[in-house]
């Protein structure tokens, strides 16, 4: 998969992914809109481009508050990602091309404000989901939110991903609704964040072509 030309179905106005993004901008601008005063941080999961971010920080009120790692293993996403954030002077977005699934590299930011997870959920299997939405309790801080995305196509996952969260002290904040085939989810983190631990890696990226291929049971 070219993760680089995959992006540019953002570009078409229409797409289910350029809603989405749309979507999430707005979810972000309020999550950001509600935290306390000083310093924020956010941590984004499988960056990307890091669209979904750096397309709101950049005319924020709160853009200077902001210090941001985002982690992403392909090499030409993270150089747009930053090169985007230093075009609108982020000084503190921190783009790391590294396997997101491994906890260290949240190390000295979590738990964190705002946790962005677009993307990735359908592209690994539930166990992992469940595994990262365990993990989510190790990198929110208690009054944050995780931001996430997932299709509702057959099967419909988002209502299970719903309970995980609200089983690990999560409260749904807010959920596109059924009619949508992308759907996003914002949950606000209500309990006190667990210690990172480190050497974990909490999912392996299968993809949706190999999950969505006959006989796969996710």
Known sequence: MDWQQWHDAYDTPESP???????????????????????????????????????????????????????ELDPQNTDLAASAARSAGLHQ???VTADA???????????ADLVLICGLFGNITDQDIERTIDACAQLTRTGGRVIWTRHRKTPDRVPLICRWFEERGFAG???????????????????RPAP???GVRVFEFVGYEKLRAPGSTD
């Open 196 to 198: 990172l631990q480190l």
């Open 101 to 111: 699934a491994l906890l260290d590299h949240y190390a000295g930011l979590a738990p």
């Open 17 to 71: 992914l350029a809603r989405r993004l749309l979507t999430v901008q707005d979810r972000i601008r309020e999550a950001l809109d509600a935290c306390p005063p000083g310093p924020l941080r956010v941590i984004s999961l499988c960056a990307g481009q890091a669209r979904d971010l750096l397309g709101v920080l950049p005319s924020h009120t709160r853009r200077d508050d902001v210090h941001a790692r985002l982690v």
């Open 173 to 191: 904040e807010w959920l596109t609704g059924e009619g949508q085939l992308q759907s996003v989810g914002v949950h606000r983190f209500d309990g």
């Open 93 to 95: 977005i921190e783009t």
